[in-house]
């Protein structure tokens, strides 16, 4: 049995923090962003200074952080898994080519992997927040990230997909 160094750990933990660094900063982007994409110019906001501004007025400064528990707990670790299956590839790509030192399409196929592997896990959580983010003050379907996720599978099944992802 071998012990995992500090130096495998390290970038376990470097990913989980940029992960919940990403969120903390960027998630009052994110939450415009669904906005404005859910209700375009057309529907409820002008703008994005519109819906900005409409926001904070009527949910307040909170309101920008919406759906942000998921992301928050779930990020870090897929952040974290990223990083750490991403360097464990980089290496195992490299020993299987007998490359002394990875090489720049080592690291790519490891890049490509590693993101499909993510992917599997993002996905679904993105659904989630997403639909955490466009409940306006006083208008809330779901109850919470919990609630969220249990009610995601039934809402959004395989046979309830939208006309144009249909085969």
Known sequence: ????????????IAGYASGVSLVLAGHPFDTIKVRMQSEGTGGRFRGVWHCLSSTVRNEGFRGLYKGMAAPLLMTGGVNSLLF????????????????????????????????????????????????????????????????????????????????????
């Not at 071998?2 to 390290?10: F, Y």
């Not at 195992?92 to 030192?101: G, W």
């Not at 919470?144 to 249909?166: A, E, H, K, M």
């Open 84 to 167: 750490g299956v991403q360097y464990t590839l980089v290496e195992v790509i490299a020993n299987k080519r007998n490359h002394a030192k990875a090489t720049l399409s080592d690291t790519m196929m490891a890049a490509v992997a590693s993101g499909a592997f993510i992917s599997i896990v993002v996905t679904p959580m993105e659904g989630i927040k997403a639909r955490l983010q466009v409940q306006y003050a006083g208008d809330a379907a779901y109850k919470g990230v919990c609630l969220t996720i249990y009610l995601f599978p039934f809402q959004y099944s395989v046979d309830t997909r939208p006309n144009g992802l249909r085969p």
């Open 1 to 12: 049995m071998t012990l995992v160094t500090w130096d495998e750990v390290r970038k376990f």
